[in-house]
């Protein structure tokens, strides 16, 4: 039977398996002992760790996210940045500030000259990849997207350039796939919001597009049907137990193994945080505490140890720390989250939601490089092809390291040579010859520092 398009969401069995019984310390050791294996967990595995509430057991889960974490992704964070091209919005969910009846904000659709000028502005940051998050609405078409995307990769700021652009859109068709794989995009982003299809209803109210469960559910396949490699999943915590959506995720991650072969790329969990106009947001329903979404991207890291964990600039810097540690792999730095912002900052050009962190880039990498972590630029895999099932199988037996980590040096090298403060340079550097000196096989170790030289001697953009 064909499985693609189908409701892949059993309501009932997900409540069902949430209120389960509370597991035993044996019961959970032994999911923790097959999370250590670093293959990831079933659906009924997740389920044992979710109803876990004692928290000494819950501080065992985030040990063992941690050993995953470090693992499979060692001390490497992916950054990125977004674009907002507009905030104008034929939906009307009721907790975002782009609803359409939300009359608190002022509203803008970017202009391709402003969408260049704003990524102008992220190269002279040193950023290298953008995630383009467009509204749903007449003025934002399949014709607006693949322009903002070219206009996007064309745009030079002494010669740096955009190397992988995401995009975070609506649900498309087949055909509007097709066209988008044809701009080279990387990742496609959907949020199902929530998989519950009562709760969906009652926050997408009727008439609008995104009021179709089914269309929203099913987005995936149609992306993948359309030659789209890697895809990205997303709730927004706080509109239902949370442990019924990381079932959910769960659920939609097996569909699409079974379906295309390969599970999606990342997921993306930002909490529900006021926003202008929206009264919503101060009568969350179920909110997330910290320490349950500290719990959260801890079972996700151990049970998908292979997919990306993104976290937006939602979240303040106490709390992405630990949340990296748990393992968060991809983090924005220095984000505007509403259009046009990072050219020029309107009064009144609404954000979607309130930024929790709001440092410039450098006092992010600075920060990070304090913890050890090397921030990372990369774009290698995407453009040597290994994607979708190619790089699942790449990065399963855990050859991850051997690409990204070097790959991550490079681009690092490159961003403390172009852009970084002197101060943030030289611990940048310093970081870098300490990491070398940790890697065992010799032969990479000569290939990493061979490449850094190149860089450091003006050559761009080196990958393996
Ligand atoms: S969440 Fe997305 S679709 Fe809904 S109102 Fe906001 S911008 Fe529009």
Known sequence: MDEKFKNFIDREKLYNLVNGSIPTEQELD??????????GLSLEDVAVLLRVTDHDQIHKIMETAKFAK??????????????????????????????RDNKAIKRKVLTMDEIEQETKVLLHEGHKRVLLICGESPRNDIDYYCEAIRRTYAARDNGNYIRRINVELAPLTIDEFKRLKAEKIGTYVCFQETYDPVAYKEFHPAGTPKADYLNRLTVMD?????????????????????????????????????????????????RIEPADGVEFTNHIPHPVSDFDFKKIIAIIRIAMPYTGIILSTRENDEM???????????????SRTNPGAYSEEEEGTGSQFSLGDHRTMDDVI???????????????????????????????????????????LFTFNEYLNDFASPETKAKGKALIKKLVAEVESQQLKNT?????????????????
């Open 30 to 39: 032994a999911v923790l002992a097959k999370a250590r294996k670093l293959k």
């Open 222 to 270: 149609r992306a993948m049907e359309g030659g789209i490699n890697d895809v990205g999943l997303g709730v927004l915590f706080g509109l239902v137990d949370y442990r019924f959506e990381i079932l959910a995720i769960m659920e939609h991650a097996a569909h699409l193994e079974k379906v295309f072969g390969c599970g999606p790329h990342t997921v993306s969990f930002p």
């Open 70 to 99: 470090e693992s499979i992704y060692g001390k490497r964070l992916v950054l990125f940045a977004p674009i907002y091209t507009g905030n104008v919005c034929v939906n009307n969910c009721v907790y975002c500030a782009f609803r």
């Open 448 to 464: 990493i520092n061979e490449n850094l030289e190149k860089i450091d001697g003006g050559e761009r953009d080196i990958y393996l």
């Open 320 to 334: 992405r720390k630990e949340l990296i540690e748990y393992g968060v792999s991809q983090i924005s730095a220095g």
């Open 366 to 408: 600075s920060n990070m490089i304090d913890g050890g972590y090397i921030p990372s630029f990369c774009t290698g895999c995407y453009r040597k092809g290994r994607v979708g099932a190619d790089f699942m199988d790449l990065a399963k037996p855990g050859l991850i390291k051997q690409f990204c980590m070097p790959n991550g």
